[in-house]
């Protein structure tokens, strides 16, 4: 666990003494689940007192909701910093599998606990996030619609479709780790192709 890491996963968060925190939360949620983690095991692996959590975040589940709510927000920012680049649908869909794959890839450990544990979220703060994942589906669904309207795709349906290409994407984080022979980067560009494919691309 580095101060440098940190601040690349969650450059916004201050003071760093939080960003410790959640990468230690990120750890602890990944290797024993959300549910069997205490209070003291992330402020341990923070390297901080039990106490210490609470003068950041009030409750084990406000850390939960802080990763997850990041980890949604550069999701969807890099799907919708795809789409603004205007190329083609097929370009376009292409590029952003190829960036949200990458991005499950490299972060694997953090995407587990962004994508795994979202029914340990209360309510209030599971409809937050699932708000983020229904304008990822909306912004991968509206390509691919344009794409069928296009005559570029064969898929009879964008919401299946969508839905299945970010399923891909999304798993990589289940099963990804640095063992893995591919680059992030070499998987998303194979995920890339395949995607294309799926969806009846010439």
């Known amino acids: 666990m580095t101060v440098s890491l940190s601040a690349e996963l969650w450059p916004d968060v201050q ?4 960003r410790r925190l959640m990468l230690a939360g990120v750890e602890s949620f990944a290797r024993r689940g ?13 390297g901080m007192s039990p106490a210490a959590l609470y003068v950041h975040f ?9 990763i997850s709510k990041s980890g ?12 603004a680049r205007k190329a083609g649908p097929a370009e376009t869909i292409r590029e952003l599998t190829q960036d949200f794959v990458a991005w499950h890839a490299r972060r694997h450990t953090v995407a587990r606990v962004v994508q795994y544990e979202l029914q340990a979220l209360p309510e209030k703060e599971l409809a937050v996030v699932a708000e ?9 669904r509206d390509v691919i619609g344009q794409g069928i309207a296009d005559g570029v795709f064969t898929v009879p349906d964008p919401w299946t479709a969508a839905r299945a290409v ?11 780790t640095d063992r893995t022979r591919q680059s992030p980067a070499a998987l998303g560009r194979d995920y890339g192709e395949l995607v294309l494919r799926m969806l009846g691309a010439g």
């Open 15 to 18: 003071p760093e003494a939080a």
């Open 34 to 46: 959300y549910h069997a983690t205490t209070t003291r095991d992330i402020a341990g692996g923070a």
């Open 58 to 66: 009030p409750s084990k589940a406000a850390l939960l909701f802080a």
């Open 72 to 83: 949604h927000e550069q999701t969807l920012a890099l799907v919708e910093n795809v789409v």
């Open 132 to 140: 983020l994942r229904r304008r990822i589906e909306q912004t991968v």
């Open 166 to 176: 970010l399923s891909l994407g999304v798993d990589v984080a289940r099963w990804y």
